[in-house]
């Protein structure tokens, strides 16, 4: 099914409009629902997710008449699954209302005084707690008995999945001196060094990983098999309560100090609050802390604590009046600089990349993130302007972690009031750490290279890595591992891509062939030498991209392919760049004069898209001889195809600048990407002021924003299509 997310403004939406909308996200959510609480395998980030939601909310507020009866604001989760019998809670399992910043906490407190026709100066109560990263589970006790354990399923009804919740040690099979009737609420998770060690167990059984704790927590409580569960080192924190036949307390503290005594595990960072401003300390406090939890945690829950309040205030359809999730940014956390490691990549620059304590940031456990440069570590920018308020980064500082969509993260500010005489000044490595070589930073650049080209064991493999990829000659069944495991190999090594194509000769010569050895196999052996065959024939464009010189990516390689036609030309024009007027000239300074004034070079540089840094580029890789050579061993394996330039001259898309973003449902971003270029698009992979149009799918997310607020047309990806084929 195509799907389509518009980010329109609601103000603007006709009813018919709304109508339509409305039926469309109840879809979008509905899968949304089943791929998270049914399939533990969600689709779209939390923060996705919730704009959504928000969406449709916003929506149904403008057309209440036009609230479906499956309207996605009256469901908490999804359906119960077929497998487990139905439990019919007596007390519905509500979910909680969100607060995503301090006002919405002040409104929160305002409305319930609002709400109880209280004076805007009483004092109430709370408690604050955090808020687990998990599953809600209800635990049925009768005399003391556990009878069932359900699921929250809809919030009305869930599945028993009692078989399951007794292999879990931390919930008793049976109670002492507890109400006859008790139901117990909470959380189930799986801490992080456990999901980190079953994440290394199922890969070495050949068996499915999970994304995060929490995911892995939901598809080990929902085994039908209770001995595999067994296994799944689960846990139990109690916060709440369904039906009792006695009350545990007149507050919320006192029943959740009761719940503990009858030895079920309550979290130790409950704290009862006398203010807004005590609650928003405490949120702090428990932010701060949040990476040395073992578990993880996505924010703090309030709750009123006197009972008799909670019982006047009631609950809405879904959640309760007495209660909100103030929740943590999807984006940012913060956590510990564990240390800092060197990456040398393929054009031989130096990586710093920080090792943190991990922490769960918008449903991803993130424990990398890039430190891009020496500059960036010391506290300041290209330009030598300071960032971060030119606070350095140290090991074994609190570093606030930054991710939003599928962006790497970054580090975005440094707390040095928590810093201490154990935190070490970096001192960026002038060696390369791969092979010992110099790495320097030439003049204006803010990146320190390995000078040892192919020589340098790293940068050959992750120029192989990239010639295989996706997007330059997509080798299926060539991927970054079998590119490692090959550079490595004795008897059948591939240390440059022309070695790619003599693997199936050199096999055959070999005592044991790749189909006889652990982990390949004949079938699989046989679909990669057939992979590596029908990668003989190439487009120009791709081969270019594919040669993995610094500044090309695929936008200039298709200028440059569609400049030169083919691969003659183009090496013909490099080489009279090059060549012709620097000969015998070995100042660089001198020689980069000479050949900036020679006719090649201007027609290099006057290629719409192409400027000094990519035909500078092109020339040191194809004047660098153990590059050449390379290359020059690579052609002989190939044919490469010309490419035309696109007859653009009626598109509405002619040299406009395109960025993607979302899940696209019609086609692929390659397949998108090439339609474009042939209307005579260029397709970016970021928005900026040079953009004209933005399409979205499902899941954008902060491209949208920015869009927005450039002012850039954004439109969805069937109405892109629409104008495709009429234009
Ligand atoms: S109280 C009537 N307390 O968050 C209120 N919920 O987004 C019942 N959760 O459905 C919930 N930690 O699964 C409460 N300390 C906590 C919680 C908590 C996690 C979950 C719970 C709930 C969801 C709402």
């Given at each position: 099914m195509p799907r389509r997310t518009q980010f329109r403004d609601v103000s603007e939406i006709t009813e018919h409009e709304a109508q339509a909308e409305l039926i469309h996200l109840a879809n979008v959510l509905k899968a949304a629902n089943i791929a998270y609480f049914e399939n533990d395998a969600p689709e779209i980030t939390d923060a996705d997710y919730d704009e959504l939601r928000r969406y449709n909310k916003s929506l149904e507020d403008k057309f209440p008449h036009l609230k479906r009866m499956d309207s996605p604001s009256n469901s908490v989760g999804s359906s119960p699954t077929n497998g487990f019998i139905k439990i019919h809670h007596t007390i519905p399992m509500l979910s909680l209302e969100n607060a995503s910043d301090i006002i919405d906490v002040w409104k929160f407190e305002a409305s319930i005084k609002k709400y109880l026709g209280l004076c805007p100066d009483t004092r109430l109560y709370y408690t604050a707690e955090p808020k687990i990263d998990g599953v809600s589970l209800s635990l049925r006790y009768e005399k003391g008995q556990l009878v069932h354990a359900a699921t929250r399923g809809d919030g009305r009804v869930g599945e028993n999945v009692a078989a399951n919740a007794r292999c879990i040690a931390d919930i008793p099979q049976y109670l002492t001196e507890s109400p006859d009737t008790?139901?117990?609420r909470g959380e189930i998770y799986m801490s992080r060094s456990d999901f980190t060690a079953l994440n290394s167990r199922q890969l070495q059984l050949g068996q499915r990983t999970f994304?995060?704790?929490r995911n892995a927590a939901a598809g080990s409580l929902r085994q039908l098999n209770p001995e595999i569960t067994r296994t799944r080192p689960l846990h139990f924190f109690a916060y709440a309560w369904g039906e009792v036949s006695e009350p545990l307390g007149t507050t919320q503290y006192a029943c959740i100090q009761?719940?503990?005594?009858?030895?079920?595990?309550?979290?130790?960072?409950?704290?009862?609050?006398?203010?807004?401003?005590?609650?928003?300390?405490h949120y702090e406090k428990i932010e701060m802390q949040r990476a040395t939890l073992d578990y993880d945690i996505d924010g703090v829950v309030y709750k009123i604590n006197d009972l008799a309040l909670q019982e006047r205030l009631g609950s809405r359809s879904t959640t309760p009046?007495?209660?909100i999730a103030h929740k943590f940014s999807a984006e940012m956390a913060w956590t510990y600089l564990q240390d800092i490691d060197i990456q040398v990549g393929r054009t031989g620059a130096l990586s710093p990349v920080a090792r943190l304590a991990p922490v769960t940031v918008g449903g991803v456990v993130v424990s990398?993130?890039?430190?891009?440069?020496?500059?960036?570590?010391?506290?300041?920018?290209?330009?030598k302007k300071p960032i971060r308020a030119g606070k350095d980064i140290r090991i074994g500082d609190w570093v606030q972690v930054y991710r939003a969509g599928d962006v790497i993260p970054k580090i975005a500010d440094v707390d040095v009031v928590r810093r201490t005489s154990q935190s070490k000044v970096f001192k960026f490595p002038k060696q390369c750490p791969e092979c010992g070589s110099n790495a320097i930073r030439e003049e204006n650049d803010s990146v320190r290279r390995c000078v040892a080209g192919l020589t340098c064991p790293a940068q050959a493999v992750e120029k192989l890595k990239h010639f295989v990829s996706k997007a330059a000659f997509d080798i299926v069944g060539l991927g970054d591992k079998q590119i490692e495991m090959f550079y490595r190999d004795e008897h059948l090594p591939i240390h440059e891509p022309a070695d790619i194509f003599s693997l199936s000769s050199r096999d055959k010569k070999n005592a044991t062939g790749l189909a006889d050895r652990d982990g390949w196999g004949q079938k699989s052996a046989k679909n990669l030498f057939s992979a590596i065959d029908s990668a003989r024939v190439i487009s120009l464009n791709r081969l270019i991209f594919s040669l993995g010189i610094r500044n090309i990516g695929e936008v200039a390689a298709m200028d440059l392919a569609r400049h030169f036609g083919n691969w003659d030309n183009f090496v013909r024009t490099i080489d009279q760049a090059a060549n012709e007027p620097a000969a015998g000239i070995n100042n660089q300074r001198e020689r980069r004069k000479v050949i900036s004034d020679s006719p090649a070079w201007s027609e290099i540089t006057n290629i719409d898209g192409i400027g000094d840094t990519v035909a500078t580029a092109l020339i040191n890789s194809f004047t660098q001889d153990a590059?050449?050579?390379s290359i020059e061993r690579l052609l002989?394996?190939?044919?490469?195809?010309?490419?035309?330039a696109p007859n653009s001259y009626n598109s509405a898309f002619a040299n406009k600048t395109l960025v993607f973003t979302g899940t696209l449902g019609r086609m692929t971003r390659a397949e998108a990407k090439a339609r474009a270029e042939s209307h005579g698009a260029k397709v970016?992979?970021?928005?900026?002021?040079?953009?004209?149009?933005?399409?979205?799918?499902?899941?954008?997310?902060s491209k949208i924003r920015k869009a927005k607020e450039l002012g850039i047309q954004i439109m969805s990806e069937d109405e892109w299509c629409v104008l495709l084929e009429n234009s």
């Open positions: 008790l139901e117990v994304a995060n704790p009761r719940l503990k005594t009858l030895r079920f595990q309550t979290n130790p960072l409950i704290h009862l609050c006398q203010s807004v401003d005590d609650l928003l300390a009046r007495w209660a990398n993130a890039t430190l891009h440069n020496e500059d960036y570590i010391a506290g300041y920018d290209s330009n590059e050449r050579m002989a394996n190939l044919s490469v195809e010309d490419v035309t970016s992979g970021s928005v900026s002021t040079r953009t004209d149009l933005v399409i979205a799918g499902p899941g954008a997310g």
